[in-house]
Nanobody
Framework: QVQLVESGGGLVQPGESLRLSCVAS????????MGWYRQAPGKERDLVATITRTGTTNYGDSVKGRFTVSRDNAKNTVYLQMNSLKPEDTAVYYCTAGTFSGTYSPIYWGQGTQVTVSS
């Protein structure tokens, strides 16, 4: 089992920044990739970004150039730096951990953290 705990969500104005953190514990070596998903009200859950254990990253089209995913393996922590936030970024953001075999398959999910972008 892997436990994931997110933090850092909140209310910001358009154009501002937020950094989300996700601390992993448990049998983390059973997974080789971590990612962030988000889900807005009434919409499907979307993949935001992924990062492998060695630091290879991938981003959803809507966040490329604005969001940056990183990780500190010594602290078992993954970060999502979100810049130039837009109202359409409003969603619950979930940290995930899973495996990659051609495509990312999340296995473990955090409880989610709310990000609201509004003036």
């Amino acid at each position: 089992q892997v436990q994931l705990v997110e933090s850092g969500g909140g209310l910001v104005q358009p154009g501002e920044s937020l950094r989300l953190s996700c601390v992993a514990s448990g049998n983390i070596f059973s997974t080789n990739i971590m990612g962030w998903y988000r889900q807005a009200p009434g919409k499907e859950r979307d993949l935001v970004a992924t990062i492998t254990r060695t630091g290879t990253t991938n981003y959803g089209d809507s966040v490329k150039g604005r969001f940056t995913v990183s990780r500190d393996n010594a602290k078992n922590t993954v970060y999502l730096q979100m810049n130039s936030l837009k109202p359409e970024d409003t969603a619950v953001y979930y940290c995930t951990a899973g495996t990659f075999s051609g495509t990312y398959s999340p296995i473990y999910w955090g409880q989610g953290t709310q990000v609201t972008v509004s003036s």
